[in-house]
T-cell receptor, first 112, second 113 residues
Framework: EAQVTQNPRYLITVTGKKLTVTCSQN?????MSWYRQDPGLGLRQIYY???????DKGDVPEGYKVSRKEKRNFPLILESPSPNQTSLYFC???????????FGSGTRLTVV | AQSVTQPDIHITVSEGASLELRCNYS??????LFWYVQSPGQGLQLLLK??????LVQGIKGFEAEFKRSQSSFNLRKPSVHWSDAAEYFC???????????FGTGTRLTIIP
């Protein structure tokens, strides 16, 4: 089944403890992206990648890192999480911009 | 500046009634346009998209949307809603020049019997 898989689905962590949210797609898509969703703000792009080793900042990149060493994987790294990074995170991928993104099921992160 | 606006935060509709959700964008050219639906606790599912051609596009679950260039709008419609349509709906726009799909703030749809 064609899909974007994120792990974990739920995560509670403490301020300052490094964490990684994994994202993998099995559709051989070129483009991948991370979004965060907050009430009243919709989805905001954190980082995106147009291909292996090609990444760029979105609207809210502060406090996040990404890497794209393989086409299928696009992990999101929070080096030192803070409470304002408590949010619902989505990974998405697409073969081309006019196709529309396929989204993962989301990762709900709570930083205390 | 490029932007996407969904003016209605919350809409309540009776089951069987028609539905229209509004979406406006600010941009100097025609972007790629999308509607997504998010059911409670779920990810986002693509309903339909527009990037050229016929301005009335059909999507899944009986939804359609009409692109109006003169109004910079891409409104989502459904002739008769079902209780299962209760969800949050997001309009999204891909502006050329940056590799970014920009989302509106969403419209939450409630269906009453």
């Amino acid at each position: 089944e064609a899909q974007v898989t994120q792990n974990p689905r739920y995560l509670i962590t403490v301020t300052g403890k490094k964490l990684t949210v994994t994202c993998s797609q099995n559709m051989n898509h070129e483009y991948m992206s991370w979004y965060r969703q907050d009430p009243g703000l919709g989805l905001r792009q954190i980082y995106y990648s147009m291909n292996v080793e090609v990444t760029d900042k979105g609207d809210v990149p502060e406090g996040y890192k990404v890497s794209r060493k393989e086409k299928r994987n696009f992990p999101l790294i929070l080096e030192s999480p803070s409470p304002n990074q408590t949010s619902l995170y989505f990974c998405a991928s697409t073969q081309d911009r006019n196709y529309g993104y396929t989204f993962g099921s989301g990762t709900r992160l709570t930083v205390v | 500046a490029q932007s996407v606006t969904q003016p209605d935060i919350h809409i309540t509709v009776s089951e069987g009634a028609s539905l229209e959700l509004r979406c406006n964008y600010s941009y100097g050219a025609t972007p790629y346009l999308f509607w997504y639906v998010q059911s409670p606790g779920q990810g986002l599912q693509l309903l339909l998209k527009y990037f050229s051609g016929d301005t009335l596009v059909q999507g899944i679950k009986g939804f359609e949307a009409e692109f109006k260039r003169s109004q910079s709008s891409f409104n989502l419609r459904k002739p008769s809603v079902h209780w299962s349509d209760a969800a949050e709906y997001f309009c999204a726009v891909f502006f050329f020049g940056n590799e970014k799909l920009t989302f509106g703030t969403g419209t939450r749809l409630t269906i009453i019997p």
